[in-house]
């Protein structure tokens, strides 16, 4: 083998072969031999490939039976689904020196995950930022177990993060240490999505026997000072909160956000839903309009489960619910939106049976490793 003709090349050229493929031909060229491995894991064939186009991918939270269970969670991995492919991909995360990683958020081809300290026989929860495809790692300044257990993890660049409480918040954005902001929420902040430059949420303002949800922002700019929210709503709205039964947001593509809840058929206390349905706030100029809504034969599936997860981003949305072992898709990346089973799920009858994930843009980003 080491006589091949391919030995022979310089590592330049094989820099230049291999950078006119694909991120997914380069992954699997990748597993091929050693040299492979080794000219495409370098640091200058990394630099000459970071503006390739990422592999847009569904990645899966580890079940939370897995999260109270560490003996469970080895070896550790993250399951992602590729839907230009059709297939599951899992990357391992054993180059990571910590117990029970559980990865919560991703951006810029980064993942960030909680994990115990190797060295503490105590639960001590660090926020650790990695990259499975260069299988680089860092550790964030560190922060107490509770803001693991309440906390939203919310993340739009490789220097800016948000851990969200309905109390408080951290913010990262690069520094040695957190800042932390009191918040003005009137109740515990459901689904909170980062875009641009602003923070979005739905709080429940209503009684203990009647849920009404609003839509709440928050400045970044502003949260450093301090963390006040201010309620979004127009009159031309009207009842566009009242007809989702438990609503949550996912963040859309461009300048969008995207709601998503059951349809009520009436606004009876405890109306039962004819469909899932999918809305779209454009941020500009704050206009709703509907972005699709499940097939029935697909919403039989979940029309007698009694809890749904929603999870996804941009124009793919995906939907768990308990006893349906499977995900349903909603892609509207071809500019129209189509439905879709994803099936064999990893670890779908684990803990509680629902899949929680997010949107993982894989591509080899280098991680600054000096906290610059």
Known sequence: MESSPIYRLPQDTLHQIFSSLPLRQIMICRSVCK????VLTSSCFIDLISSQSPLSLIALRPPHHHHHHRHLSYPP???VFDPDQNQWLRFTLDFLPFRSPHPVASSLGLIYLWADSPHSSEPNKSLVVCNPLTRQFRVLPQLGSAWSRHGS???DSANRVMVLTELAALYFSGSNQWLKFSSNLPAKPRSPILVSESVYA??????????????????????RNCQTWTRLERHVWGDVF??????????????RILMIGGLKSSFSLNASCSTILILRLDLETLEWDEAGRMPGEMFECFKESSKF???GGGDRVCFSGKRVGKLAMWDCCEGKGEWRWINV????GVGD???RGFVFEARLTRLCLDGN
């Open 35 to 38: 040299l492979f491995h080794q």
């Open 202 to 223: 739905l709080c429940d303002v209503g009684s203990p026997w009647r849920s009404q949800w609003k839509l709440f922002a928050c400045k970044i700019t502003s949260a």
């Open 242 to 255: 009242d007809i989702l039964k438990r609503p949550r947001l996912v963040r859309g593509s461009g300048n």
């Open 353 to 355: 049976g629902l899949c």
């Open 153 to 155: 993890v919310l993340v």
């Open 309 to 311: 997860k929603v999870f």
């Open 77 to 79: 991995s993250l399951n």
């Open 345 to 348: 799920v990893p670890g779908s």
